[in-house]
């Protein structure tokens, strides 16, 4: 079965500096892919960033990157220049090929807090 | 709207009353999901459509729990008899995958927040 484990139930870090979100994974598909989204306090979850398990290079989006390190099983979000506006709550999810389901599995989540 | 839309917002049921959620995915997706999140939990998998055809239903927690999305658009939950363990937010989301490319981002709805009085 896949699973995400997100070990930090919350996270402060000062506007304008970067921070790093941690996930690990576990699945025994050979083929997975991993996502984060963004939930604010109004409860919809925004895609921030996707890594396909064979890529080759990290993947980044303007002020989002994952550093995916496969044979650590982990896939952490760093975020550059952390705006007030990042305050959040972040969630890992991965997709794998289970029985072809194209479900999501997500982590339990981190809250994190910008201070001016 | 150009985004997943999800009906109604918000609502209260009594403990034994049948409810009924719906989602309107982003058109021409042809991949609808529901989760359930708890508060202060990730969003768990209910279950999944392609098109018209339920694929995958392994999250349902009980044979109260009943999706449908007969012409492959707007999909249905039904929660029969409710009760105040289904308590929470639920989810829709689509995508425009038709292939078994993982690299289609789901488009997630803002919810519908369920309380069971």
């Known amino acids: 079965a896949q699973k995400i484990t997100q070990t930090q139930p919350g996270m402060f870090v000062q506007e304008k500096e970067a921070v790093t979100l941690d996930c690990t994974y576990d699945?025994?598909?050979?083929?997975?892919?991993l996502f984060w989204y963004k939930q604010p306090s109004s409860g919809e979850m925004i895609f921030l960033i996707y890594?396909?398990?064979?890529?080759?290079q990290n993947a980044t989006e303007g002020r989002y990157s994952l550093n995916f390190q496969k044979a650590r099983k982990s896939a952490n979000l760093v975020i550059s220049a952390s705006q007030l506006g990042d305050s959040a709550m972040y969630f890992c999810?991965?997709?794998?090929?289970?029985?072809?389901?194209?479900?999501?599995?997500f982590g339990k989540g981190t809250k994190l807090t910008v201070n001016p | 709207g150009a985004g997943v839309s999800q009906s109604p917002r918000y609502k209260v049921a009594k403990r034994g009353q049948d409810v009924a959620l719906r989602c309107d995915p982003i058109?021409?997706?042809?991949?609808l999901f529901w989760y359930q999140q708890a508060l202060g939990q990730g969003p768990e998998f209910l279950t999944y459509?392609?098109?018209?055809?339920?694929?995958?239903k392994s999250g349902l927690p009980s044979d109260r729990f009943f999706a449908e999305r007969p012409e492959g658009s707007v999909s249905t939950l039904k929660i029969q008899r409710t009760q105040q363990e289904d308590s929470a937010v639920y989810l829709c989301?689509?995508?425009?995958?038709?292939?078994?490319?993982?690299?289609?981002?789901?488009?997630f709805g803002p919810g519908t927040r369920l309380t069971v009085t």
């Open positions: 699945t025994s598909d050979p083929s997975y892919g």
């Open positions: 999810a991965m997709i794998g090929d289970q029985g072809g389901s194209e479900k999501l599995v």
């Open positions: 890594q396909g398990s064979y890529d080759q």
């Open positions: 989301a689509s995508s425009g995958r038709a292939s078994r490319k993982k690299s289609y981002e789901q488009y």
């Open positions: 058109s021409g997706h042809v991949s």
């Open positions: 459509f392609q098109n018209e055809a339920q694929l995958d």
